[in-house]
């Protein structure tokens, strides 16, 4: 981005989120009704080179190795009992072509909500080594940190939609459920798949989609092809704006079930990766709400928007509407799974 081309997307100001916390989350909810995307910046606890590094050390190993910590539609090991969350291995003829290693927010083993869902499912860590001695101890940080963020975030909104600001705090209280996913697009070595081809005809590396969750801070580091489509009714539905590299800013957009929530006053915007043809890694964190958190609620807003998203009405607690949502999106690896 050049120095005097005016950003691409709105900029919210996080170190004034203390100090001018009703203008800053009158601005935030601003941008979050306009594109549903915004950079975040001055988040302190963000470091993304320290995130990087760690990232390019696990994506560089051997598949074997990768293998190893993967859910068991990838690792072919009758004995691994990871269905939800681990490595994901890179599908060439899928609509993304992309793979990944999840993990989020856990809870003990005797904790009786894990009898109940596994969306809170342990991962499997890979071995460490002198290149990178903490590597969980480091994503595990980042993970906690983001979850501050993401919860600050959300009482932010809802003070600029003119709520209390604890309006959410009963759907994110305690554990809510939550992904990190570390990213990395590979270079492809194969034809370009007609699954993978935009709307407009741009090959991608991500699909075409919306998030589903509350909200996402996705780190980009340094790397383009992120677009969004365009919220103006004026422009065709296919145009798409790309959104520019940032330094130190997470990417901020809102999911469906947010937007469900706040009667589509909140968009949640589609967005894709364009392929470049480069390697591109990056690493979205998905906040999402407690597994037993009543998502028919509607805050503020147009109560029949829900519709939109959510055309199921037994789909009404957050770990069904997430099971539903990882079943229907192009990850095969979910379809055969029974998680709840
Ligand atoms: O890789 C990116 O920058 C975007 C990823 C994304 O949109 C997603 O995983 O939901
Ligand atoms: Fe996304």
């Avoid at 979050?32 to 302190?44: K, P, R």
Wanted: glycine share 6%; aromatic share 10%.
């Amino acid at each position: 981005m050049g120095s005097t081309s005016k950003p691409c997307l709105p900029i919210i100001d996080y170190s004034k989120a203390k100090t001018d916390r009703l203008a800053v989350a009158r601005e935030l909810v601003d941008a979050l009704e306009h594109g549903g995307f915004a950079y975040i910046d001055n988040v302190d606890c963000f470091e993304p080179w320290e995130l990087l590094k760690r990232a390019e050390w696990f994506f560089s190993k051997p598949d074997a190795w990768k293998r190893k910590v993967a859910t068991k539609n990838y690792n072919h090991d009758p004995n691994c009992k990871n269905v939800y969350r681990g490595y994901f291995a890179p599908n060439p003829e899928g609509n993304s072509y992309k793979e990944g290693f999840d993990f989020g927010a856990e809870l003990p083993y005797d904790d009786p909500i894990m009898k109940r869902t596994l969306l809170y499912e342990h991962v499997t860590w890979p071995d460490e080594d002198d290149d990178c001695p903490n590597f969980r101890e480091y994503l595990q940080k980042h993970h906690d940190n983001m979850t501050v963020v993401s919860k600050d975030i959300l009482r932010m909104i809802a003070l600029g939609l003119g709520l209390e600001e604890s309006a959410f705090d009963s759907m994110i209280e305690n554990k809510p459920m939550s992904t990190m996913r570390m990213l990395c697009y590979p270079v492809r070595t194969g034809p370009h798949p007609e699954a993978a081809v935009g709307s407009d005809g741009k090959k991608l590396h991500c699909d075409e989609h919306t998030d589903s969750a509350l909200l996402t801070l996705l780190a980009t580091f340094n790397f383009p092809g992120l677009q969004i489509q365009k919220d103006d009714e004026n422009i065709a539905m296919t145009e798409w704006l790309t959104v520019d590299c940032r330094l130190n800013s997470l990417v901020m957009n809102i999911g469906e079930c947010l937007s469900r929530m706040t009667g589509g006053i909140l968009k949640a915007t589609r967005h894709r990766v364009l392929d470049l043809g480069v390697q591109r890694i990056s690493m979205p964190f998905f906040q999402g709400a407690r597994y037993d958190a009543d998502i028919s609620q509607v805050f503020v807003g147009d109560k029949s928007h829900g519709d939109k998203w959510i055309t199921d009405p037994t789909c009404t607690t957050y770990a069904l509407w997430s099971l539903k949502r990882y079943k229907a999106k192009s990850n095969t690896e979910y379809a055969n799974t029974e998680l709840y």
